[in-house]
Antibody
Framework: QVQLQQSGPGLVKPSQTLSLTCTISGDSVSSNSAAWNWIRQSPSRGLEWLGRTYYRSKWYNDYAVSVKSRITIKPDTSKNQFSLQLNSVTPEDTAVYYC????????????WGQGTMVTVSS | QSVLTQPPSVSGAPGQRVTISCTGGSSDIGAGYDVHWYQQLPGTAPELLIYRNNNRPSGVPDRFSGSKSATSASLAITGLQAEDEAYYYCQSYDSSVTTWVFGGGTKLTVL
């Protein structure tokens, strides 16, 4: 059974970097059929896909246009994790952040992490 | 403002049938991209309810069903139960912005 466990701080100061990690159990970040995503949810923006990393003989990343200049999603194969870094945060980035797996059969986000409430405030 | 439009709320009595609509456009649902549905209970992460328009993951009761046509999709729930009270979100892909997109969510109230 695949599970995703998120970790990272819940408070980030404006202009600093938001960093979260998602640890995978029951699957591999190097899977040739899954994709590993970050999605956030806020009252003002709803559910918003941020980006993904996936392995198909080599590593690929895709990012939402809205955050493309500020975001990095990286796999860590030694720890079976993937991470999110969002630079130059503002209060608009305050949200619940979720890591998710997009499965090859469903082609949907079929596994979600528990969510991390991140507040951007001084 | 969401790309996919859902009604903010729907309601029904126990045992009744309700439907939730999800309206898109020519670059998302109308372009042939699949629609998925998620259920979010208070204080929890969304969970996959329907995938690829009309398929249920194992463990999801057959009271839940999905359909898709032209530029819209629908989620139907029959035999409403108190535990169905939650937010429901549709999701698809928008080729105009090359991004996976969600509806704004619908709150289902069981009267």
């Amino acid at each position: 059974q695949v599970q995703l466990q998120q970790s990272g701080p819940g408070l980030v100061k404006p202009s600093q970097t938001l960093s979260l990690t998602c640890t995978i159990s029951g699957d591999s970040v190097s899977s040739n059929s899954a994709a590993w995503n970050w999605i956030r949810q806020s009252p003002s923006r709803g559910l918003e896909w941020l980006g993904r990393t996936y392995y198909r003989s080599k590593w690929y990343n895709d990012y939402a246009v809205s955050v493309k200049s500020r975001i990095t999603i990286k796999p860590d194969t030694s720890k079976n994790q993937f991470s999110l870094q969002l630079n130059s945060v503002t209060p608009e980035d305050t949200a619940v952040y979720y890591c998710t797996k997009r499965g090859p059969v469903t082609e949907a986000y079929d596994i979600w992490g528990q969510g991390t409430m991140v507040t951007v405030s001084s | 403002q969401s790309v996919l439009t859902q009604p903010p709320s729907v309601s029904g009595a126990p045992g009744q049938r309700v439907t939730i609509s999800c309206t898109g456009g020519s670059s998302d649902i109308g372009a042939g991209y699949d629609v998925h549905w998620y259920q979010q209970l208070p204080g929890t992460a969304p969970e996959l309810l329907i995938y690829r328009n009309n398929n249920r993951p194992s463990g999801v009761p057959d009271r839940f069903s999905g359909s898709k046509s032209a530029t819209s999709a629908s989620l139907a729930i029959t035999g409403l139960q108190a535990e169905d009270e939650a937010y429901y979100y549709c999701q698809s892909y928008d080729s105009s912005v090359t991004t996976w997109v969600f509806g704004g969510g619908t709150k289902l109230t069981v009267l």
